[in-house]
């Protein structure tokens, strides 16, 4: 759920000293600027999390979003971009360059609101 001051709030807790902790539950704010960490968020979680972080970034006028999933195995990137295949506000998607995370993050194209 986005709030007016322009930030979603989702599954844990966030303090401006501390990173996300998505396993302790309550809410987490999380700030709309085209770029999402998920390191911190359980597998679970990542499906509603990414989309509505992109609506929320669609509707604010960011169309181009950094998705952070980390390098590792590889699960995470494969569910990520699963979600993105699926999602018809994304025009399109590619892994990062190495100056903004390699193949550690991944980088979407959302397509412009209609008004």
């Known amino acids: 759920m986005e709030t007016a001051d322009g930030l979603i709030h989702k599954c844990s807790v966030q303090d401006e ?3 996300l902790t998505a396993n302790r539950g309550g809410p987490v704010e999380l700030p709309i600027d085209g770029v999402l960490d998920l390191h911190t968020f359980r597998p679970q979680d990542v499906k509603e999390i990414v989309i509505e972080y992109l609506a929320a970034c669609q509707g604010k006028g960011i169309l181009e979003v950094r998705i952070i999933h980390g390098k590792g195995i590889g699960n995470l990137r494969r569910t990520v971009h699963s979600i993105l295949s699926k999602q018809p506000e994304v025009v399109s998607y590619s892994l990062a360059s190495e100056a903004f995370g390699g193949w550690g993050a991944t980088i ?3 397509k412009p609101t209609r008004k």
């Open 17 to 19: 000293d501390k990173q």
């Open 108 to 110: 979407v194209h959302l």
